[in-house]
């Protein structure tokens, strides 16, 4: 019995008796383009719903028009006007729609060659259910009832049912910008090791792990060494004191910037760590931050810290001489 319980009991030191920890991850951001000459006319000529497209040198009309010819390259600037009304081209089933995607029950992916067009274009088709669509199938199109907006003025197609709705006579304001939303969902697992740096964030500490061979030591821990592909199990708790090793002093504002610029973002290697992470350096002029000034992180109040780095908001000069080059040179 004593060795399986052995055995047993070096297995749990392993694993570390805890579960990697698990978090949804959302990362997005509205990504607004201008349009350009081309694609400028179609999104307003969608939005008074109406459809062109562009002639092409071999007098191909392609839809959605194309900025530069596919066997000249010269610029195209023919427009052509074409129908509301198409043909179904070919087709796939969408049984469990995406979010984001143009209807939110199930359709049908379609390619539609619209009358007067050579080209066919990718859209939804709103049909009940695969036995409602068919290649060769007349569709016409659904407008949104919100337009301006570039293909999305295209709501989908749906199965044609004789006279195309009129296009709108007022003159429209020309579209020359459009907002594409992107968003991903993620459900990010750390490792068993970076679940161990995570927890210790919690509790205020910051846990790196040794290579067995070569002695580096690395924070946050990635289970193995980049150098000798061994894994990483002593753990090494690391002061709050560093070095800035490199920096860059931001001066451009961008979306979702929480400081004001200009301020520091600075490469800090830890005492006693032989990798730099990412950090904000605050508390002094940015043209003060130079390479090798030590800094010390400034944590949060305690009743605000989860499993994160950001716990610390910041590091701050600790007004000690600066590091010797010579001691942070191997980390840059
Ligand atoms: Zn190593």
Redesign the pocket.
Known sequence: MLPQNREHVSLQFVTGLSEPLSAPLEVGFDYTRSLGPVHSRFATELSRRRIVGVRGSDGRVHVPPIEYDPDTAAPLDEFVPVGSQGTVVSWSWMPEPLEGQPLQHPFAWALVLLDGADTPVLHAVDVGSPEDIRTGMRVQVRWAEQRGGGIRDIACFEPATGTPAAPDEAEPEPVTMITAPVHLHYQHSASPEESRYLRGLAEGRLLGQR?P??G?VYIPPRGA?P??G?PTEEEVELPDTGTVTTFCIVNVPFLGQRITPPYVSAYVLLDGADIAFLHLVLGCDAADVRMGMRVRAQWKPREEWGYTLQNIDHFRPTGEPDAPFESYAQHL
Do not use: A, H, L, N
Request: proline share 0%.
């Open positions: 290579c061979q070569c580096k060494c150098t000798d061994v």
